[in-house]
């Protein structure tokens, strides 16, 4: 059975939460989804804070990165380097950009960023650098620009994780999960390869190694156990996404409004009267 289109919204921001919560993102980055039904267009999430995603923030915007309905509400600045991405690989079908402190030494440096451990792998065996400086001189160090986002796209070439100088990282995955898992695994190749350089050389794994353990993490079995072990911290911290509730869900309210009774407007808590829609 295809999915639906709300359940994509829903995965995409049960993503978003995720990435917030073990600290790839944080009020920056970004999520998206290409859409199951027609590979001219993706799904991202509105200008707010990936730990804060809800379903509804999700919208849907063609290969140029322009919005499928008109707007009401702001659009991330740096969302062509999810369109130009989905344009330059088709196999692409979920893209995520951050700003790591994990990545950014190596993004400061220019220092080869190499999978180190099993899980690390996952990464891609290369990591490509792209300086912005090499097609477009000075700039704001942003990728605002289709031309922007379509050099970025062709910095990453075939490979699945692209480091951005002085900037971050953005990372392509076949499938929501799977760039999820690349995205966080990537995050502690970055943080353990920074250690490993301060007690001793490192000696990154070779290509058969980085592909054989790569492609091992990518089976059905421990996407699923990572996928649960972190919706489950979500759970823990009360950030789960909350399933909307249908009419018959909601007995109290339906029954009054059946009975076209006044049921009196609920108090707003001091929580609620602060929280930002
Ligand atoms: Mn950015």
Known sequence: MPISLDDVRRQLAIANRILGNEGVIDAFGHASVRHPGNPNRYFLARSRSPLFVEPADILEFDLDSEPVRPLTVQPYGERVIHGEIYKARPDVNAVVHHHSGAVLPFCMTGVPLVPLFHLGATMGGTVPFWDQRDDFGDTNLLVIKPEEGASLARALGNNWTVLMR????????????????????????????????????????????????????????????????????????????????????????????????????????????????
Request: aromatic share 6%; hydrophobic share 40%.
């Open 166 to 277: 002085r900037h971050g990282a953005t990372i392509a995955g076949t499938t929501l999960q799977e760039v999820v898992f690349r995205s966080i695994n990537g995050c502690l190749n970055a943080e353990y390869q920074l250690r490993a350089m301060a007690i001793g050389t490192i000696g990154p794994l070779n290509a058969a190694e980085a592909h054989d353990a790569g492609a091992y993490n990518l089976q059905s079995r421990p996407m699923a156990r990572a996928w649960e072990y972190w919706t489950l911290r979500l759970g823990e911290r009360g950030i789960f996404p909350a399933r909307k509730k249908t009419a018959a869900q909601r007995p109290a309210r339906a029954a009054a409004s059946r009975a076209k009774t006044k049921v009196a407007p609920r108090k707003k808590t001091a929580a609620k009267r602060g929280r930002k829609r």
